[in-house]
């Protein structure tokens, strides 16, 4: 089964989103920074062809498999040693534990296994409690003056715990697998280790049904491969399919619009996030097939998803994965009789079909279930009043008056669309007959020169920006490669192609004249030749389907940050969405900002310092008073959805015991281990949190001084 993106991104780029015609039908007329970012309400999540609908679809029941998604984020058997999906995500989608958070720069090449002393003078480290007065992690005398000096800052990363370190030895009857203990040189308090810490802040998983790709870096690729996160660019991923004459076969799968299924299967094998060292999706599939799922979690008895098939005692499920998985999937990718893979286990049983597929199974169903997962129903979202901008009727008067900061700040160009964020897919966020092919790529004026003077004009992956959050070279983002040696920017394989014809790795296409800054603007004609990459129609603009020739390009790669060929992609991050923003800190892709004022002053000084390839067209010095600054906030709380705030459907879920941090004391069961602490997030029903319970609150307002 193959599915081509381009093919289905170009027929389908008139069938999707609502936009604010006003704003494009009186140009003259509108707010000097453009309109209001359209509503979330009514806009569709991207569809992802033949997986529940068509002739043959793959999911032939979608609430079974909506289930068996909710089951599997919430299950802490998926885990090695109890760390769900959810584990990371409990809390407005997102992390709210402030103990062993913790990780020492690990992707900075000079300087990846030291922790630094915290801005509080503690020494942090391995089971460190965050404090308020640890943020943010880069501090100046002045905060709305990027040129003050320096009072702190670390590379060290506030991000979210994981597994130990261990090796995987065999699946076990109990909740853990059974691993061998390594000491682990980096996470550990005397000679017991702690947790694993991630390398980068876990982003909130609501409304992640409209990205385009997943990760801060990108690489959870918009083309599920039944296998690995990386779509098309891992050719050997394939799952075993039963064919038309009854035979089963191994068939690659090319599943678009299915970021979501990539992103699942990364962390439930990844060895500081979830897994054992060496364990697999069929080792996964072996351990929990057979079992009841969430079987030592309460569900609630009014679960909006799950309530129907609670346990009586409230205590698990009443059925199986293996049974979730054939009454959710279509017969031919589970049926097949025979052998299919040796075993993990020398003189173990061969894999059956539903080991073997366990990955495709758990990716598909996953995204089935964060699609539910969309928060649309907030103040932002209520009807607009006529005019310049467009006023949700839901705000009060500081709420406007900051959405009036918020448009003049250049905020929207980022945080752009329903989703407010420009990393969505290209038909969420923009008009979709504004270009003549999906705009991945894009080439903006950024911060910079090529000769020494004057502005450079850049590529970019559209919604990835360099805004100086920390130096470059501490983190590439999407700047860097996958594991087969292959770019993880569109607009570095862009490049590639325009070099050499190379094609590039992922189906995209890109027409010069849709770019914001063509080419045509700033090479002379004689450097020119016409598009012939082009796919669709230019219309209007075809006097910019124009691209340098290949000899211009190396001449221009020569200069100083390439020139007039700057791809301006090392240290660039994803645009997150602001939806629900309030709940989701710390903020940023390494945590390093506590509170929504302290967002504003980051991006008001135009960032911490000025990388080379640092975005400040958008990201520059500008004034804003106290006021502004308050209104600026009360708008950005607008953007909260109180089903979302109170943990009402389809925020819902069972109960789930978080790992946080240690106490000074070893496992009892793994002497090389420091024994966890937990928190445990109870079971929520449909009506959400109650008075007792209280709503969820700001990640800031958890930590001490």
Request: glycine fraction near 8%; charged fraction near 20%; charge should be neutral.
């Amino acid at each position: 089964m193959h599915f081509t993106l381009l093919t289905s991104l170009l027929s389908s780029r008139h069938t999707l989103i609502v936009v604010s015609l006003l704003s494009l039908l009186n140009a003259s007329n509108a707010w000097p920074h453009g309109n209001t970012p359209a509503s979330l309400q009514g806009i569709q999540v991207p569809i992802t062809p033949g997986l529940v609908e068509g002739s043959d679809p793959i999911i032939i029941d979608k609430e079974t498999a909506i289930q068996l998604g909710k089951a599997l984020f919430w299950d802490i058997n998926v885990g090695s040693d109890g760390m769900a999906c959810a584990s990371c995500h409990f809390h407005a989608g997102a992390d709210a534990r402030y103990k062993n958070q913790l990780s020492p720069g690990q992707l900075n090449a000079a300087h990846p296994t030291k922790f630094n002393l915290t801005a509080s003078g503690a020494q942090g480290g391995p089971n460190y409690t965050l404090k308020r007065s640890d943020f943010p992690l880069h501090q100046l005398t002045k905060p709305t003056d990027q040129a003050s000096s320096v009072v702190f800052t670390t590379d060290d990363i506030v991000s979210s715990a994981g597994v130990f370190l261990a090796e995987y030895q065999n699946t076990t009857d109990h909740a853990d697998d059974a691993c061998r203990a390594n000491h682990d040189p980096l996470f550990h308090i005397n000679n017991l280790s702690t947790r694993q810490v991630q390398t980068r802040q876990a982003p909130s998983v609501i409304n992640a049904a409209f990205n385009f790709r997943n990760f801060w870096d990108g690489r959870a690729n918009n083309i599920f491969n039944g296998v690995t996160v990386f779509g098309v660019r891992d050719r050997n991923a394939s799952i075993w399919v039963v064919d038309a004459k009854g035979k089963t076969v191994k068939q690659t799968i090319r599943l678009e619009n299915s970021a979501l299924a990539s992103q699942a299967v990364g962390p439930a094998v990844n060895t500081s996030e979830m897994s054992c060292q060496h364990r697999t999706f069929p080792e996964l599939g072996r351990k929990l097939l057979t079992r009841t799922p969430l079987e030592t979690q309460r569900i609630h008895p009014d679960d909006s998803v799950l309530a129907t098939l609670r346990k009586k005692s409230g205590i698990g499920l009443s059925t199986t994965y293996a049974a979730m998985i054939k009454k959710a999937f279509a017969p031919r990718y589970w049926s097949g009789e025979g052998e299919f893979g040796q075993a993990f286990i020398a003189k173990a049983p061969a894999y059956s079909q539903l080991e073997a597929n366990f990955s495709f199974y758990f990716g598909l169903a996953l995204q089935l279930y964060q699609q539910t997962l969309i928060s649309d129903q907030t103040p932002f979202d209520t009807p607009r009043l006529a005019g310049f901008p467009q006023m949700p009727t839901g705000l009060n008067n500081k709420q406007r008056r900051g959405l009036k900061v918020f448009l003049n700040a250049h905020c929207s160009e980022c945080h752009k669309g329903p989703t407010l964020t420009s990393a969505a897919h290209p038909e969420v966020y923009t008009a979709s007959d504004s270009f003549s092919a999906p705009r991945l790529i894009n080439r903006k004026t950024i911060n910079g020169s090529f000769n020494g003077g004057g502005v450079a004009q850049g590529l970019i992956d559209e919604g990835y920006f360099n805004t100086s959050v920390t130096p470059t070279n501490e983190d590439l983002g999407v700047g860097g490669k996958d594991p087969f040696g292959n770019p993880l920017s569109f607009s570095e394989q862009y490049l590639q192609q325009l070099r050499d014809n190379s094609a590039p790795v992922d189906p995209i296409a890109m027409n010069s004249c849709d770019l914001d800054n063509s080419f045509a603007q700033d090479y002379k004609k004689t450097e020119l030749t016409d598009d012939s990459y082009l796919k669709g129609d230019c219309f209007d603009r075809s006097i910019y389907a124009k691209i340098p020739l290949p000899a211009v390009i190396e001449a221009e790669l020569q200069k100083n940050n390439g020139g007039r060929f700057m791809v301006a992609t090392q240290g660039a991050f994803k645009v997150p969405t602001l939806r629900n923003i309030e709940l989701t800190g710390p903020y940023m892709h390494n945590g390093s900002l506590l509170t929504l004022e302290h967002v504003i002053d980051f991006y008001f000084r135009g960032g911490n310092i000025n990388n080379p390839h640092h975005f400040a067209t958008l990201v520059f010095q500008q004034a804003i008073s106290k006021r502004e600054k308050a209104d600026l906030v009360a708008f950005l709380t607008s953007l909260t959805d109180e089903r979302v705030r109170w943990e009402r459907a389809p925020f819902d879920h069972p109960e789930l015991r978080v790992p946080h941090g240690h106490k000074q004391a070893a496992d009892p069961n793994v002497p090389e281990w420091a024994a966890d602490n937990f928190m445990t997030v109870p079971a929520i029903g449909k009506q959400g949190r109650d008075e007792r319970l209280g709503p969820l609150k700001a990640f800031h307002t958890y930590l001490q001084k």
